[in-house]
Each structure stands twice: as C-alpha cells, then as structure tokens.
C-alpha cells in the first residue's frame, strides 16, 4: 500500500505512473478551485445586477401607479411657480434645484459622499421627496429595500420630469399638520385662499410647515420660522 497513489477511485502502482497521477491530481485540483473561483465571481457580480434590476423595475413600476391614480396623474404643469412654490423650492431644495448630474443627480451625489468624504454635498432634492412618497405608498416598511427603491425611482423621475413638475407633484399630497394633506386644502384652511393668492409672508409661514407641522401648536416660534424663511427668499436669486 505504500507505494501507491490514489486520485479518485483507480489505484496505481510504479514509480512513473505515481509521478504522472500525482501531476493529474494537482491539475485536476486546479481546475476544480479555478472553476469554483470563478463561479463564485460570477454569482458575485451577477446576483446584485440582478438584484438591481428588480428594484429598478419596481420603482418604476411605482412611478406607473403614481403617473395613473396618484400624484404624477396629469401630469403636473412646467409652468412657472406661483410665489408659495418658489418660497418652498427655496427654503427647502435651493441648494440642489435644478442640478443635473450623469446618471442623474441623487445617484451622483450619494457617490460623491461615499467616495469623497472631503467634498460636502449639502441639501435634499425634490426628486428625493416625491420618490420617498411614492414609494412608501407602495412599500411602507422603511427598510433597506425601501431605501434603494427610493434612491431609484428618484433617479427615473429625474430622467421623466423638471424639478418644477416633481415639486408640484409632491406638494399635491405633501403634510402640512392637522391631518391637511396637499398645498391647496393647506391654503384654503389656514388662510382662505388658492395657493396664487399667498402673499410672502403667508407662502413662509405655509413652507415652514412642511418640516415642523406642529408648529402649528406653537404660533411664536411658527412666526420667527416663517420669518427666517421670508428674509432667505427675499435674499436668494429665482430658483
């Protein structure tokens, strides 16, 4: 038994033919960890493409739904912001407003901050607002699939619509406190009046809720906010 080596089942003896099935058994071996090593590349490039694909087609299938019965149905008008839109553009995107980027601008700038830690990319987007909304009517849970769903349907809508079309789309349905959902039933009920109608200081005081719709419990401190909003659109250039 000493003088003998087996690969696989077939025993051999002789001092030539140990020497040859050795060889035959470390080539053999090489190519089965060479086989498993690329398989496993593969299956490492492959499995999160893929995985990527699926989420790219439900975000945009989220999009659909919006487009058909939610806030996307019109669609929305390109049409110049009225002054309550353009206080609320300001006071919360005016650092990304209509930025573009390749591929698109909420992908960029979410490299940019893991890639470059140096650089500071400040500010949301009104293309990152609209696809949490639309995408949390179709995935509530805030999970890590809900947050890639909403980074990609940001960046199809993006591809779909201005910045001035996806801020009307999210402020249809935006909350604005006291169970007032969209920027027209906020005008009527606070203010009695159609969002075009807004003078600066009511247009500030609607933006400020956006953020902090309790403030609406708190009227002193809602003024010094809504004031602070009226001075930086006063101060900022068209969005």
């Given at each position: 038994m000493s003088d003998r080596v087996v690969c696989?089942?077939?025993?051999?003896?002789?001092?030539?033919?140990?020497?040859?099935?050795?060889?035959?058994?470390?080539?053999?071996?090489?190519?089965?960890?060479?086989?498993?090593?690329?398989?496993?590349?593969?299956?490492?490039?492959?499995?999160?493409?893929?995985?990527?694909?699926?989420?790219?087609t439900q975000a945009g299938?989220?999009?659909?739904?919006?487009?058909?019965?939610?806030?996307?149905?019109?669609?929305?008008?390109?049409?110049?912001l009225t002054g309550a839109e353009r206080t609320i553009a300001i006071a919360e995107f005016s650092s990304t407003w209509n930025g573009r980027r390749a591929p698109c601008r909420t992908d960029a700038n979410l490299w940019t901050a893991a890639t470059e830690p140096g650089v500071r990319v400040s500010g949301s987007s009104v293309s990152m607002a609209l696809s949490t909304m639309i995408v949390t009517e179709v995935e509530p849970a805030r999970s890590l699939r809900w947050q890639f769903q909403r980074v990609l349907a940001a960046c199809q809508l993006e591809q779909r619509y201005s910045d001035t079309q996806m801020l009307r789309g999210w402020l249809s349905n935006a909350y604005f406190g006291a169970r007032q959902l969209g920027i027209e039933n906020a005008a009527q009920s606070l203010f009695g009046q159609d969002v075009e109608d807004l003078d600066p200081s009511e247009s500030a005081r609607l933006?400020?809720?956006?953020?902090?719709?309790?403030?609406?419990?708190?009227?002193?401190?809602?003024?010094?906010?809504a004031r602070q909003i009226e001075e930086r659109v006063a101060a900022a250039p068209p969005p």
């Open positions: 696989g089942v077939a025993p051999v003896t002789g001092k030539s033919a140990r020497s040859r099935t050795a060889s035959s058994c470390i080539l053999g071996f090489m190519k089965t960890v060479r086989t498993i090593v690329l398989v496993g590349l593969i299956a490492v490039v492959t499995v999160p493409a893929l995985a990527l694909v699926v989420l790219w299938a989220a999009i659909t739904d919006a487009e058909r019965n939610g806030v996307l149905r019109g669609p929305p008008s390109d049409a110049a933006a400020a809720l956006l953020r902090a719709p309790r403030l609406r419990d708190d009227p002193g401190r809602w003024e010094q906010r």
